[in-house]
């Protein structure tokens, strides 16, 4: 069954250094999510790509946070500096772009900042 | 705004305990409502989609139904392994973003 990969799994950074996320979409699946969801929380959504076109950011925090997809496969996900209240998982999404299927999300990216 | 909330927080049950979580929502139109489950450490599985009022779909001992106004996921004769988080999301016209509720921790016990 296909898969949406993440990496890393897990990251632990301190405070104010830069961090960064990789996915790698199912293949084929032309919309790409970034969600972050804190601990005891629904997810929420950071970023979505058609391809390579950003198509929604509004809740990005663009001051420190940064995404890009560049040939509309493959995205990283960048902060810039990391801040406590950054603690949380990060989720990757992918989906055709057929309206009604279910995003198929990846196993996330647990980050830590000390 | 659009929103979704889910209820109980939190549901310990005995294995063949059957019962349901609930999900209510408003958003302007909805385009669908959207069932996962989330296993610790994990990102959440797809489910369910549900369009329009009267709507039921099933998986196993999962099924799911619409109203206008919410949506439940009934758990028939539910097993150890069903113990997860079960997150309910919805999706207003003209977008693909999903507004996600804060999901029903479900605990079932042997």
């Known amino acids: 069954e296909a898969e949406v990969a993440q990496s890393p799994r897990y990251k632990i950074t301190e405070k104010s250094q830069a961090v960064a996320f990789w996915c790698d979409p199912i293949?084929?699946?032309?919309?790409l999510y970034w969600y972050r969801q804190i601990l005891g929380q629904g997810p929420e959504l950071l970023v979505q790509?058609?391809?390579?076109?950003?198509?929604?950011d509004s809740q990005l925090p663009k001051d420190r946070f940064s995404a890009e997809r560049l040939k509309g496969v493959d995205s990283t996900l960048k902060i810039q500096p990391a801040e406590l209240g950054d603690s949380a998982m990060y989720l990757c999404?992918?989906?055709?772009?057929?309206f009604g299927y279910g995003y198929t999300f990846g196993s996330g990216t647990r980050l830590t900042v000390v | 705004e659009d929103q979704v909330t889910q209820s109980p927080e939190a549901l310990r049950l005995q294995e063949g305990e059957s019962s349901s979580l609930n999900c209510s929502y408003t958003?302007?139109?909805?385009?669908?409502l959207f069932w996962y489950r989330q296993d610790p450490g994990k990102g959440p599985e797809f489910l369910f989609t549900?369009?329009?009022a009267g709507e039921e779909k099933e998986k196993e001992r999962l099924k799911a139904t619409l109203t206008k106004k919410e949506s439940f996921l009934h758990i028939t004769a539910p097993k150890p392994e069903d113990s997860a988080t079960y997150l309910c999301?919805?999706?207003?016209?003209?977008?693909?973003?999903?507004?996600f509720g804060t999901g029903t921790r479900l605990q079932v016990f042997p």
């Open positions: 958003v302007s139109g909805l385009r669908g």
């Open positions: 999301a919805v999706q207003a016209p003209g977008t693909d973003k999903l507004i």
């Open positions: 549900l369009y329009s």
């Open positions: 999404a992918s989906s055709p772009r057929t």
């Open positions: 790509f058609q391809d390579e076109s950003v198509v929604d």
């Open positions: 293949s084929g699946h032309a919309t």
